[in-house]
């Protein structure tokens, strides 16, 4: 093939899913001079899972991207269908937010999003090729375009050596009917890049008037939507109405006695599939002792009659899915649109990266998203505008930075990313952070913003308007750790009523707020002097007051992590001279080059007493 | 960087049968080759792990003795490092010549516990097993060598790991319900989680009342010998020390100032003090003896308080009595060989009591069994698993601190993902105490007393 030079830019980004929009558009925000290449421009941001973003952990993401300046919560908020803040009731640190969202509006608002963006050009081009040069690297697209780029991010989702599985029919592809990137691997391999296969999957889209929805469970929306986007001032509204129903005794027959067809249990499916995303096929091989399995049924759109079938995911051939999908209450006639499929892709050993996400040993490659071994939208977005903004920083010789566990969701996936590797596509999980009560989701701006503000992605305007708001938020604190409510008949015979103990005396109303049966909306009504503030505002508020002893305590765990965080390794620290460390720990080390104590101390294979060893050498060398 | 290598004589410094100098570092082989020449063609470097060579060792040219060299290969190895021991005969000056010909070879001397402190950093043994090799080294008595001996062999080990593992089970709960907060299947029970906490507290409790009971074993229990002018405390210590530091007249007011001795009284070290007789009295010096009689009182783990029964109670002894009976006391009726009678003003008092003669040793044995049931002593398993010092008892009463703590809470209505943060602290503290999780001031403290050698 004859090729040609078709430019020279600064950044590359490989794929326009949710981790190449954010990288791209970080890119370009700061600066960069960026291109985004995707195999088919109509899919920009597409869903091929999920119609809905957030939900347990996940929601945390969502909110974390927007306080740094990333784009996934406004574009959610302005295509929500219905929104839900989960958990609510169960402690501050498991509210997570959730949208149901018009997946093909979301995908068209990105894709303006990018094409309205400064520095930025998104390119419809497969990328056959990726060079190492003196320079930078060399993309080569399938039509003979040569990009020059001086860093790249590889972003390419599923597609790489994509293949699709139902039942017994398999074939090179991409997700929703697009092609696979077929060759991009051999140049990865000759990069040194370590890749193996994954595999996810997808349940079927059904016909809307084909379901019987008088006999399912309904699930509404939030009566007052709090949008993702601490920018979103005008809330989105609840247009549309979920279902719920149970899979049955039926079901699970028709899939045993059909497992063998599928390809997962058939062997010809080598790639490892989500631990916490399984198929209904696994659910039921795996957790046999459960009598039913939910399910939600999610419209796709507003200008669709498809139906998204959450928790019903498979690779079976598509006769039996047709046959399952019927034993199940209101699908009893059911009519598939969209089969369920399962797909399997090249994916790179997260332990390559740093936690930049750069690739080590390939200065200015960069990761993101399912391909370093993540599921789901939000996790691959977050990595996005990690990998972006890291690659811009490279393009303009600055250092790169990196997120702390301690400090967010975002720098805890992908320190277990790369520290702690993944046996199967890795999803956000709240168990997975330490500091779950200090990393909420509604002080996502506060542990954010001003880093995000830092890297330049936050308008000195936004900035101003976010120190403001924690000026009122802190005065606020004061004043009620000051004022004292005084006992009437009003506020007894409420505070009964709640089931606590009624005034005798003047108390402050911060006291009052930390019992756990009263809300800070519970006492508004006796507390003349307060001002007029958010309903976020008065969460956070009352968050804080109701927490404070616990989160005091959580505090010093964050400063003694920050301590290990802040005692630096060198990249090239000579592990396998370093005596006393144990064989496998030296390894481990040598393996992942952690960037600084705290890293190590995450290693599996690296012991405590490993680590004192470390921390002594160090002293040592330091005197 | 290498670690360097260590040195230290590993035996006790006297005339014995062989004495040993431990070498051990990344090179400990080629400085033991350059002190010590094997008879055959060994090589100190191929030989394998567990097996000795015999030869001669040198200072430099001059052969000092006749010497066995025993190699060890990292890891199996006491410090989990390459390791040579070297033995020759015994005596102080030759050990002290062959460590000065190592140390000349290039091996550092050793720190205080540096042997055992690698031993941990490497691995080989845990931080309470570490910690319990100091306290077989300076055990002054069987019970506390009953102690760190189990306690070297991993009891205190095994029970903490017992106790993290619940805790553990319990964060693993609390992970579920982070997780998956809205199926209540999934999780255990709020009941569950505080029968759970519950039982936890409760050994974690057993530990800290343990620990003050074998405190008083392993470091000696600070008693001290109050009484009457001439009541017979001199007499008394004099009997429990099995010397003569007191001196010991009939004239009351012999003792002055206090006299201190430590006395092995059958199972237990009592670290004595006798004091001057408490009395009313216009002599200056006695005075100042009086007060700082009443001043140990005040701190002593026990009072051993002296009455002489031979002659009526007086004023001073039964001002004395008002002072003690509040304290740990233990009334010691003296001068039993002079006259029988005369204790039963004592005796009605519900104090405990002991007759004994301090003359003629009668009554010893019991004075034991009285101290052991009035210390409790006597309910301490002495098979139990046990604290052994102020680091590992101020960890535990932390971990009971927030066990305690999260108890009230999950019974206060406070949600499970803060209560989280108490269960956590509580681990940490746990984790910490049996040095699975480690800070490098921990570790200096904990190495700080070790002894040379070990």
């Known amino acids: 093939m004859q090729t040609y030079i078709a430019d020279s830019i600064d950044v590359a980004v490989i794929g326009a899913g949710h981790a190449g929009i954010e990288a791209a558009l970080a890119s370009a925000r700061l600066g960069a001079k960026t291109v985004c290449f995707t195999i088919n421009l109509d899919w920009v941001g597409n869903m091929p899972c999920n119609p809905s973003i957030g939900g347990t952990a996940k929601g945390h993401l969502v909110r974390e991207i927007d306080a740094l300046g990333g784009e996934m919560g406004k574009a959610a908020d302005a295509n929500t269908l219905q929104s839900r803040m989960l958990n609510r009731g169960k402690g501050p640190a498991v509210h997570s937010l959730r949208a149901q969202i018009d997946r093909r509006d979301y995908s068209a608002y990105m894709k303006h999003t990018m094409e309205k963006q400064k520095n930025l050009l998104v390119r419809q081009a497969e990328i056959i090729a990726l060079e190492k040069t003196e320079n930078g690297y060399e993309l080569t697209t399938s039509l003979g375009a040569v990009f020059k780029a001086k860093s790249v991010v590889l972003a390419t989702g599923t597609f790489l050596k994509g293949k699709i599985f139902v039942g017994e029919v398999n074939y090179d592809g991409g997700p929703d009917g697009t092609f696979a990137a077929t060759t991009l691997s051999e140049s990865l391999l000759k990069l040194g890049l370590p890749l193996r296969r994954f595999k996810t999957g997808t349940p079927a889209r059904v016909l809307r008037s084909s379901i019987n929805f008088e006999k399912l469970e309904k699930q509404e929306g939030d009566e007052k939507v709090i949008p993702f986007s601490f920018e979103t001032e005008t809330p989105p509204e609840n247009t549309v109405c979920c279902h719920i129903s149970y899979t049955n005794d039926a079901t699970k027959e028709v899939i045993l006695k059909n497992l063998h067809r599928s390809p997962l249990y058939g062997g010809v499916i080598e790639g490892v599939g989500p631990r916490y995303c399984p198929s209904l096929e696994d659910k039921i091989v795996r957790f046999a002792d459960k009598k039913r399995h939910q399910l939600f049924i999610e419209p796709c759109g507003k200008n669709t009659e498809e139906m998204y079938l959450q928790g019903m995911s498979s690779s079976l051939p598509e006769e039996v899915q047709i046959q399952f999908y019927r034993t199940i209450e209101g699908l009893e006639n059911v009519e598939i649109m969209r089969p369920a499929y399962a797909i399997e892709y090249d994916c790179i050993d997260p332990i390559a990266l740093f936690p930049t996400l750069e690739v080590k040993g390939n200065a200015g490659l960069f990761g993101a998203g399912q391909f370093n071994g993540s599921s789901g939208y939000e996790e691959a977005a977050a990595q996005g505008l990690v990998a972006g903004v890291n690659a811009a920083k490279f393009a303009k010789g600055e250092q790169l930075f990196h997120l702390t566990r301690s400090g967010s969701y975002i720098g805890t996936l992908i320190d277990d990313l790369v520290t702690k590797g993944c046996a199967d596509p890795y999803r956000m999980m709240t168990s997975r952070s330490e500091y779950r009560l200090i990393l909420r989701q509604n002080n996502a701006d506060e542990r954010l913003t001003p880093i995000g503000y830092e890297i330049g992605l936050i308008s000195e305007e936004r900035y101003n308007k976010f120190k403001t708001t924690l000026e009122i938020k802190e005065k606020e604190i004061e004043r009620l750790e000051n004022t004292f409510a005084s006992p009437s008949k009003e506020i007894n015979e409420m505070l009964k009523e709640k089931g606590t103990v009624p005034l005798s005396t003047g108390i402050r109303f911060a006291d009052l707020i930390r019992r756990p049966q009263l809300s800070i909306a519970d006492l508004l009504p006796f507390d003349s002097e307060h001002p007029d503030l958010s309903e976020e505002l008065l969460d956070k508020i009352e968050t804080e007051i109701k927490y404070s002893g616990y989160i005091k305590r959580q505090m010093a765990t964050v400063k003694e992590m920050h301590r290990m965080e802040s005692t630096k390794l060198d990249v090239d620290t000579p592990y396998n001279e370093i005596s006393g460390l144990r064989l496998e720990a030296r390894e481990k080390l040598s393996k992942i080059k952690p960037l600084n104590i705290g890293q190590a101390m995450g290693i599996s294979g690296v012991s405590p007493a490993d680590i004192s060893v470390l921390i002594i050498w160090l002293q040592r060398k330091g005197n | ?454």
């Open chain 2, 1 to 454: 960087m290498q670690t360097d290598t260590i040195a230290a004589i590993s035996t006790p410094l006297g005339e014995g049968g062989v004495s040993t100098v431990r070498i051990s570092g990344d090179n400990a082989f080629q400085i033991a080759k350059k002190v010590f020449k094997p008879q055959s063609n060994k090589d100190l470097e191929k030989m394998k792990g567990y097996t000795a060579a015999f030869g001669k060792v040198y200072d430099g040219d001059e052969l000092l003795d006749d010497a066995v060299a025993l190699v060890f290969r990292n890891p199996k190895s006491y410090t989990g490092e390459d390791t040579v021991e070297i033995s020759v005969h015994g005596g102080t000056h030759l050990i002290r010549r062959v460590l000065r010909a190592v140390t000349s070879a290039g091996a550092r001397l050793a720190e205080g516990g540096e042997f055992t402190k690698r031993a941990f950093l490497n691995g080989k043994m845990s931080l309470t097993e570490a910690e319990s090799v100091m306290n077989l080294i300076s055990a002054k008595n069987d019970r506390a060598l009953n102690i760190a001996t189990k306690n070297k062999e991993g009891a205190l080990s095994k029970k903490i790991k017992a106790m993290t593992d619940k805790l553990l089970f319990l964060v693993s709960q609390i992970s579920v319900f982070s997780d998956f907060p809205e199926d209540e299947t999934l999780c255990i029970s709020e009941d569950d989680f505080l029968t759970s906490l519950k039982e936890i507290l409760i050994g974690l409790n057993t530990l800290i009342s343990d620990y003050d009971k074998g405190k008083l074993i392993i470091e000696g229990i600070n008693t001290v010998i109050v009484g009457s002018p001439n009541a017979g405390k001199s007499t008394l210590m004099n009997l429990l020390s099995k010397t003569k530091r007191s001196i010991v007249t009939s004239i009351a007011g012999t003792t002055r100032d206090v006299v201190e001795q430590t006395a092995k009284v059958g199972d237990y070290i009592l670290l004595l003090a006798d004091t001057a007789g408490i009395h009313q009295t216009d002599d200056e010096v006695e005075q100042i003896g009086i007060e700082q009689a009443l001043n140990r009182l005040d701190t002593a783990d026990l009072c051993l308080a002296v009455f002489d029964t031979s002659v009526p109670p007086t004023e001073d002894d039964k001002a004395l009595i008002n002072r003690i009976k509040n304290k740990p006391t233990l009334l010691v009726l003296n001068k039993n060989d002079l006259l029988s009678s005369g204790g039963e003003y004592y005796e009605a008092l519900d104090i405990p009591f002991v007759k004994i003669s301090a003359l003629t040793g009668e009554g010893e044995e019991k004075l034991v069994d009285e101290i052991s049931k009035l210390l409790k002593l006597n309910e301490l398993d002495p098979n139990a698993e046990m604290l052994i010092n102020e680091r590992q008892y101020q960890t535990v009463q932390r971990a009971v601190a927030s066990v305690t703590e999260a108890i009230s809470a999950l019974e206060g209505g406070i949600t499970l993902d803060a209560v989280g943060i108490l269960i956590d602290d509580g681990l940490a503290a746990l984790l910490e105490l049996d040095g699975k999780r480690i800070t490098t001031e921990v570790a200096d403290e904990v190495f700080r007393n070790f002894c040379v050698g070990k």
